[in-house]
């Protein structure tokens, strides 16, 4: 069945991908305008998307009422990697944040449907159910990282100020893998999906503290195995002029573009395995 | 009640305790995210300690104690929700109610019962480990005499049951709301802000950490956890917990009675 569903787009690669754009446009165009047939609906679950999120800066800011420092990093550095932690998880959650429904479908067989549909199963079920309340997430992070660069102490070159929306959209597309990689285990998981949690939650919520505070395994797992430590704390520590963490050289500052290009293209190869041994429910 | 409903009840926290003892996969993959966001938060508490050694009076073996307690009991105690609440909340929109209360049982304890089984499941299958895999690989601080667990495992029942309060109350708003998908979230808020899972109650500063200890939420993890690290009198927070505990139930029983009397079933 999965065959069927992608030969439609095998002929050339480019053109795969714009298909699934439009695929993904189009599916998600609808759910906005379904979304907004409830327009009271869309605010209040907006906005309880953002008081969500912004709980866990909330526990850090009761933190910086007691103390001054956290692992030597100060309140402003400390928002400063929260913030861009929250914008690239906020975006990513935004794009293909429905990814995480995925193991329902695989338990009660409606993915087959997806599958004989004349578009790439992966657009549609990234742009399933697409939340436009999820910018609140992503509004929460642009308030903090905003917070953070007026009261942080950075001396702005041109490099600095490059590495900035470099960040961001590196961020973004590391989260974006791991969301896609997550997914595809969903396809062996099925009960089990919550597991992944611990990965994309987990993850945003490790990098918004910094690495002097987790102990020196943790964070080569973060770098080395599962490179989130490329989203926020080896850039930051070029921004901030912050000793980096495991004694890497300066230019993995740099590195993210890349490091998320790599990330990508192994999601892209886990949810080809992953859509292959679907085998939709019985009888 | 008699002897016949008390084994009626029994059974249905019996079936609340098997139905979630079913998903075997899904236990398994709480307790490994658990264990991860153990292992996350644990550090940050230790950094938060070692900034402040004794902040908020616990030592740092206290609060990482605190940790992993607050992991073990999250899903059993339902502090983020996710126990019957949504449920009931679908069959108030459906109209099934109208089935449930012509049954010749009381509709607040049939799921109190079918709730205090999937929060002993919940504390075995899905605490257990998590809880041991911090004690083994961290500094913490438990007890050695049998009665303060024996006291904690008071508290825990008693928390068990004002968690159970809260969310009946929560579930009842869908008599007048139909969508509960609002008031689920602001529970969810405001049991994770002041039960202690975000952060311990003890910690907050000044007259922030005076109103949320007072408040009925801290019965989740701050009672249970005081108690166990010899933070607080037990009988004093059991009273405390009672106290609430009574109080919501009694709330519940009159918004029960007010939803019944004037609602108009859905469907048919």
Known sequence: MAETAHEGGRTEPPRRVAEGLRAYRLIAAMWIRSTMAYRTSFALTTFGNFAATALDFVAILLMFSRVDALGGWPLAEVAFLYGVSGVCFGLADLAIGSMERLGRRVRDGTLD??????????????????????????????????????VVD????????????????????????????????????????EVSNAFTYGGTTMLQYPPTVFAL?????????????????????????????????QWVAFAPPLVAVACCALAGLAWRAGLRTYRSTGS | MGVGSGRLYAAVAAGGFRRYATYRAATAAGVFTNTVFGLILVYTYLALWDEKPQLG????????????????LLAALAIGGGGFEDELMERIRTGD????????????????????????????????????????????????????????????????????????LVALSAFWLMDGMGVTQMAWLAGFFCSGMLLPLNVFPGALGEVVRMLPWSSLLQAPADVLLGEADPLGTFVFQAGWAVVLLAVGRLVQSAATRRVVVQGG
Do not use: H
């Open chain 2, 97 to 168: 109610i109208a089935v449930d209360l012509y049954r010749p049982v009381d509709l607040q304890l049939w799921w109190l019962a079918a709730d205090v089984g999937r929060a002993l499941f919940q504390l075995l299958g899905r605490g257990v480990v998590p809880f041991a895999f911090g004690s083994l690989f961290f500094p913490v601080a438990l007890p050695a005499e049998v009665s303060v667990w024996g006291a904690f495992l008071v508290a825990v029942v008693l928390a068990a049951v004002v968690s159970f309060a809260l969310r009946y």
């Open chain 1, 217 to 249: 395994d943790l964070v080569s797992g973060v770098t080395f195995v599962m490179p989130l430590a490329f989203v926020n704390w080896l850039p930051a520590s070029y921004v901030l002029d912050r000793p980096y963490p495991l004694g890497l050289p």
């Open chain 1, 154 to 193: 950075v001396d702005w070159t041109a490099a600095k100020l490059l590495l900035m929306p470099v960040m961001l959209l590196s961020g973004a597309g590391i989260f974006c893998a791991v969301f896609v990689a997550a997914a595809a285990f969903q396809f062996v998981a099925q009960d089990a999906s």
């Open chain 2, 57 to 72: 009076g616990y030592d740092q073996a206290q609060a990482v104690t605190f940790v992993w307690l607050g992991q073990a």
């Open chain 1, 113 to 150: 449907t997806l599958l004989v549909r004349p578009a790439p199963v992966l657009a549609q079920v990234a742009a399933d159910r697409f939340a436009l309340r999820r910018l609140g997430r992503v509004a929460q992070g642009v308030l903090v990282l905003g917070y953070a660069l007026t």
